[in-house]
């Protein structure tokens, strides 16, 4: 569609299940506007904080990140891209590093027009310590996001 304000859509997953509510509302949109969707995974490669005086690089083997790859490949295929409709345009992006920063990156590398993704992902510790993903890249992303939350489940004041 040459009239599409979106042409580029970025569907961000941790696999969580507020992550897929968040694909079926990507996939459609971008069905609907005639958009690539970017499927887009980031594999966090740094320990404790996300402030860069203190990005640790964790020492892992070769086989670790084959490992982990072929592990975010094959859950991308089975969750996400077995679901998009006969000839859905979409690419797979496996990135490194800490998410928010990552994601927003990517954003403004190619030119996306709508990341879509889930209000909530990491619990507990994780989420203490590095604060909402979805939070960072709403505040820091070159363009509109949208973010998806599990029906019913609101966060409680």
Request: hydrophobic content about 45%.
């Amino acid at each position: 569609m040459a009239d599409s304000p979106m042409t580029q859509i970025a569907f961000c997953t941790d696999f969580s299940e507020n992550a897929d509510d968040a694909f079926v509302l990507a996939k459609d949109l971008a069905w609907h506007y005639g958009s690539t969707l970017h499927i887009v995974h980031v594999m966090v490669t740094f320990s404790l904080a996300p402030v860069p005086e203190v990005y640790v690089p964790l020492d892992y083997d070769a086989k670790f990140v084959e490992r982990a790859t072929e592990a975010a490949k094959d859950a991308i295929q089975t969750r996400y891209v077995s679901r998009l409709k006969e000839k859905q345009p979409y690419e797979i992006h496996l990135l490194s590093g800490y998410a928010a920063t990552e994601i927003v990156g990517f954003a403004e590398k190619q030119t996306i027009d709508l990341i879509v993704m889930g209000s909530r992902g990491q619990t507990g510790l994780a989420h203490v310590f590095f604060g909402s993903t979805a939070d960072r890249v709403v505040r820091k992303a070159p363009c509109s996001v949208l973010t998806v939350r599990i029906p019913g489940k609101a966060e409680k004041p």
